[in-house]
């Protein structure tokens, strides 16, 4: 009898313990399955034509401003898209990148208004001397991804872009 008390008192003095502190503790949580959703939630999957990116979105002026920098590499499947509050010209940089991109600039009814291929970082240079690459016509998007993928995709101007921010 007092064998089955102890067993009673443990499993109320754990649902008890479960109850105040386990409000964060979920199945998803236990199987790492968490923090995948939060990935996604600011990531977003980008595609057009035959490439399919799954892109960071950005959105605030300092990541913006960071962008890819500061990456070794970047795996071929991922990329960047910074997202704007009005449509304009953006310029972009190579400042303190490790490796080459295209920088596709994409419109309000995403349609590719741009590309730059291949923009090599420019190590050693003051920001003065950086080239800013800026697109010819307005963009609300700016999808940045490794270098070469423009081009093996045959990406254009006018080409549409499907993504779900």
Do not use: C, H
Request: proline fraction near 3%.
């Amino acid at each position: 009898m007092k064998k089955d008390l102890a067993i009673i008192f443990g499993l109320f003095l754990l649902i008890v313990v479960l109850l105040i502190f386990g409000k964060g503790f979920s199945t998803a949580s236990y199987l790492g399955l968490q923090n995948q959703t939060q990935q996604r939630k600011d990531s977003v999957s980008v595609s057009a034509k035959a490439l399919i990116i799954q892109a960071k979105v950005v959105t605030s002026p300092g990541d913006r401003k960071k962008g890819l920098s500061g990456l070794d590499s970047l795996p071929l499947n991922q990329g960047m898209l910074f997202v704007f509050e009005n449509k304009g010209t953006y310029g972009f940089w190579m400042k303190d990148m490790e490796f080459a991109i295209d920088i596709i600039w994409i419109d309000e009814n995403k349609n590719i208004v741009d590309i730059v291929e291949n923009a090599a970082p420019q190590p050693g240079k003051k920001e003065k001397e950086l080239t800013v690459y800026k697109p010819r016509n307005d963009a609300l998007y700016v999808l940045e991804v490794n270098a070469g993928l423009s081009n093996l995709n045959n990406l254009q101007i006018g080409d549409k872009v499907a993504f779900e921010l």
